[in-house]
């Protein structure tokens, strides 16, 4: 994999509890400049969930964030580093693979 992907995160849901990625963007500062909640890809298939303003993320807990490559609900692998950097995430799906 050639450097580090970021996947803009959208609402599934009114209340914000199921979370998708959308296409990639290969560029940190359009990500930053234009979504407020992202996931980067540096190591394939883990994904960090970051958002830009803590608080407005709506990153809740038990929020489901699906899988860009596959949509299947992802699990959370290592909790938050800190309030931006949220959750790492994989996907049990594309790890069997």
């Not at 849901?13 to 407020?36: M, W």
Request: charged share 30%; proline share 7%.
């Amino acid at each position: 994999m050639e450097g580090t992907r970021y996947y803009p995160v959208i609402d599934c849901d009114s209340e914000g509890n199921v979370k998708a990625a959308l296409f990639p963007c290969y560029s940190e500062r359009t990500i930053r400049n234009h979504h407020q909640l992202w996931l980067e890809e540096s190591i394939p298939d883990q994904y960090r969930l970051v958002c830009k303003v803590p608080g407005e993320s709506r990153a809740k807990k038990d929020s489901t964030i699906r899988c860009p490559k596959c949509n299947t609900d992802m699990k959370l692998a290592v909790p938050s580093a800190d309030a931006y950097r949220l959750g790492v995430y994989i996907c049990p799906a594309c790890r069997k693979e």
